[in-house]
């Protein structure tokens, strides 16, 4: 077997699959987040390592598994979070995490110290964003010197979890892409701009490619997990690389589009090309010598769970009595309404945006409501305003010259049939399904075992274990209806952005 450890923003996963990708068992389990100020999102590292052992613990005892069966682990997780330790290896405060956006000064200092913003792309091949690590490490030294003053480790979330596992410092390529230190084009970390920033290289940890093998699981671990000790731990990946290996994107052409609680847009790019106005992440790939373009949506999935959280209470409820899902039940409800939803738009700026609206003040709306529009009505247009932004990022990419051949969804946004063909409407193209609902953790799962030497490389991997299961055609009325709206709806964020700052500031 080989097993895929994913620590996702809201719980930790363990799959376990055999070698032809079938899943055998997979197990999760939450911990909580918690916003001490406006803009902040932290957690605290040791939660992800108790729901960790807990959740390999529970999956082999579920799929009544042996460890002794288990060939290799792989690693993934949510991106960017800045997770501080001293000498000992000691958590010094909560990690800040991806969607936090408090640090909106330090990234314009980041990018002065680089001296200018194309400076920036030469050094590292993207815009430096708050939810980036760079600007966290400076907001911690100007916020929070006697912590500062004892870091000897920084690591990424799935990283810490491999020191835990195997007491290495390690991260990979593609990880280490997010973190605004990282030379792209050369698949390493930038000295020079570390030196510019005053932050010490030896603070960062290792850097490897994701099927490489980087450490193995020590004995202590061992006794908290219940995996056998020896066994090797690869590189691993950001959730949205090991995402991607997942859905098969090992080729030019071939996109995938995921809506988890963010939304991304993820293409393979077979030769290193920035984009030089840095609306695009240019990332190294989980494929070895590959990079890939990505497009990213702060609240996608998250916007619909806002909707049910806040406005789902009703269906909440059936769906306890009738042992369903409260988000079926509220998707069923919008089947009947017109595509566009009777003119009424939704902007789904919940957390502020990345792409293309690099801005932590953007805020969330429906735009054109009227006392016609149900409560059906408002479904519809959440749907469709996450698509259309998911679209923004199609369009950038089709921008950068990267091919577009097959898009394939996954994530929240497989679940609904109803929001599956809004995608092929939105998107005016043919959305394959793939066989795989498990997400990162799978495609973990799978770059374990090209270390382990279970596959010959990533690419044999994904044919081995990757299948399209649907395709859902483009309707071509609701097409040409969407064609009308979206042009509206790009205009919405320039017509508003400094009402956004405004009501911000008060």
Partial sequence: MLLGIDISTTAAKALLIDHNGVVITS?????????????????????WWKACCTAIQRAMQKGECSAADIDAVGLTGQMHGLVLLDEGGDVLRPAILW?????????KLIEERAGGFDNLIRFTGNAVLPGFTAPKILWVRENEPDVYREIKHIVLP???????????????????????????????FSGELCELLEIPSAWLPECVESAEVSAYISEESARQTGLPPGIPVVGGAGDQAAQ?????????GVISVTTGTSGVVFAYVENYTADIKGRLH??????????????????????FQWFRNTLGTEEIELAKQNNTDPYDILGSKAVSINAGADGLLFLPYLTGERTPHPDPYARGGFIGLTNRHTKAHLIRAVLEGITFGLR???????????????IRISGGGTRSSLWRQIQADIFGQ??????????????????????????TSVEEAVQRTVHITDTIVPDEAAHLQYE??????????????????QLYEL
Avoid at 158 to 185: C, E, H, M, N, W
Avoid at 493 to 500: Q, V
Wanted: hydrophobic share 40%; aromatic share 10%; charged share 20%.
């Fill in 244 to 252: 991607a290996i997942g859905c098969g994107i090992v080729r030019p």
């Fill in 282 to 303: 240019m990332f190294c790939h989980a494929v070895p010598d590959a990079w890939h373009a990505m497009g990213v949506m702060l609240s996608a999935g998250g916007s």
């Fill in 430 to 455: 043919d959305v394959a399904v793939v066989s795989v609902p498990e997400g990162a953790a799978f495609g973990a799962a799978l770059l374990a075992g090209v270390g382990s030497r279970v596959y």
């Fill in 484 to 501: 009308k709206l979206y042009p509206i709806y790009q205009k919405l964020y320039s017509s508003n952005k400094n009402i956004f700052r």
């Fill in 99 to 107: 969607n936090d956006q408090r640090t909106g000064r330090q990234c």
């Fill in 392 to 406: 923004d990022s199609l369009e950038l990419i089709k921008d950068l010259g990267v091919p577009i051949e097959q």
């Fill in 27 to 47: 197990a999760t389990m939450e911990y909580p987040s918690s916003s001490p100020k406006p803009l902040w999102s932290e957690q605290n590292p040791i939660d």
């Fill in 158 to 188: 799935k990283d810490y979890i491999r020191y835990r596992l195997t007491g290495a410092f390690v991260t990979d390529v593609s990880d280490a892409s997010g973190t605004a230190l990282f030379d792209v084009s050369h698949r390493k």
